[in-house]
């Protein structure tokens, strides 16, 4: 009896496989920077074999989306009702570390999902979030106990955004700890040490230079960089298309200068509200207090270089991944004085868990600008970092 020659080469999880490396490729790379012919790499097939499972790129990329909701709502399913919240969290914690390589492609990448997918990517997660929330109020009966909710979830999201080298059991320690700790913050409590900080205002757009770049971000912000057109910046500033390129050589270089300008006033606004502070409890709060205000202020820009630096070229990505480094670096060296027993690490990882409640309380609140709004979040993020 002849063999089938195929068996034994054609793993049976195929699609799980190209779903897996798909979802790699979107969260490092950005879906439109993304190719079918390097996806079907990652699994060690053929772009044409790929298409046999998937008919285009879009296809392929909804399903990471729903794979990855998925994934969270069937680990809470397996949890009792009336389960305590740091059971849930656990849960949460569990599959997102699992899965922190393809994380990213709901974090910014959902935003290119059409009407229908994206509304049923959003209830998969308003189901999450209920969960989350009930336990929430259960266990925690504090005021804003959704804004808590979501906020313990970013926190624990926060894994998927970036590169931090940590054993899987100790990042799940780490981040449902701190996402239990933002679930029972009381937001009404300020955080010792707290003190007014300033965040640098928007350049006033003084040059024509300055006026594209000052147009183009919100359409960025709102879009998406690849679906802006020069077209649609150069009718905001009131230029012919072609006069764009007097000022910059292509839109690739004003996202550039937009992460620049990003960089520079968070950069700012960190020197400017660490000076004369001292004791590290202090500074952490002062940083996390400088961040919230920036994330407020600055809203747009914020979300573009978040979302968007991962479609730069090398050349151009290098000088702002080279910036947060420093970033980060100011916040470790603080958080470690306030917490020794801490190893770089685990330093890096619960700075940016706080990154990741600032973003997602942010968005719940609709980024509201309010002095009591700032105060919540700020809160927030010192929970999540265990001052």
Not at 182 to 209: F, H, I, K, M, N
Not at 226 to 250: D, M
Not at 338 to 363: K, T
């Amino acid at each position: 009896m002849t063999a089938d020659p195929t068996t034994g080469t054609r793993p049976r999880n195929r699609r799980q496989l190209i779903v897996e490396a798909a979802g790699r490729v979107f969260s490092e790379r950005g879906y439109h920077r993304a190719s079918m012919e390097e996806i079907a790499a990652g699994v060690g097939i053929t772009a044409a074999a790929l298409y046999r499972h998937f008919p285009n790129k879009y296809a392929l990329f909804a399903e990471c989306a729903d794979v990855m909701a998925d994934g969270l709502v069937a680990a809470l399913d397996e949890v009792p009702p009336g389960a305590p919240s740091a059971d849930l969290l656990t849960a949460v914690a569990r599959i997102t570390v699992a899965r922190r390589a393809s994380g990213g492609v709901y974090r910014w990448e959902a935003r290119y999902l059409d009407r229908d997918d994206r509304r049923r990517l959003k209830a998969k997660f308003a189901r999450l979030v209920g969960r989350v929330e009930e336990a929430v109020r259960r266990e925690f009966p504090l005021p804003e106990e959704r804004l808590r909710a979501v906020a313990a979830l970013g926190a624990i999201g926060s894994i998927t955004m970036h590169h931090t080298s940590i054993a899987g059991r100790r990042a799940e320690n780490l981040l449902s700890d701190a996402a239990l700790r933002v679930a029972a913050t009381d937001l009404a409590a300020a955080p010792v040490g707290a003190r007014p900080v300033e965040s640098p205002a928007q350049p006033v757009p003084r040059t024509r230079r300055a006026e594209i770049l000052a147009a183009a971000i919100p359409l960025f912000a709102r879009d998406g960089f690849a679906n802006v057109t020069n077209g649609q910046i150069a009718r905001a500033v009131g230029l012919a298309p072609s006069a764009l390129y007097r000022h910059y050589p292509g839109k690739v270089d004003i996202l550039s200068a937009a992460c620049l300008q990003a960089a520079g006033l968070l950069a700012q606004g960190v020197e400017r509200n660490l000076d004369e502070v001292a004791e590290p409890y202090e500074a952490v709060v002062a940083l996390a207090a400088t961040y919230v205000a920036y994330s407020f202020e600055h809203t747009a820009l914020n979300s573009v270089a978040e979302a968007e630096v991962a479609g730069l070229p090398d050349d151009l990505r290098r000088p702002l991944v080279l910036a947060q480094r420093e970033h980060i670096a100011v916040w470790e060296q603080q958080l470690r004085l306030a917490r020794p027993e801490l190893d770089p690490r685990q330093a890096r990882v619960l700075v940016h868990a706080g990154f990741g409640v600032v973003v997602e309380a942010g968005r719940q609140l609709r980024w509201r600008d309010s002095p009591d709004h700032r105060d919540a979040v700020t809160a927030l993020v010192v929970g999540a970092l265990g001052l």
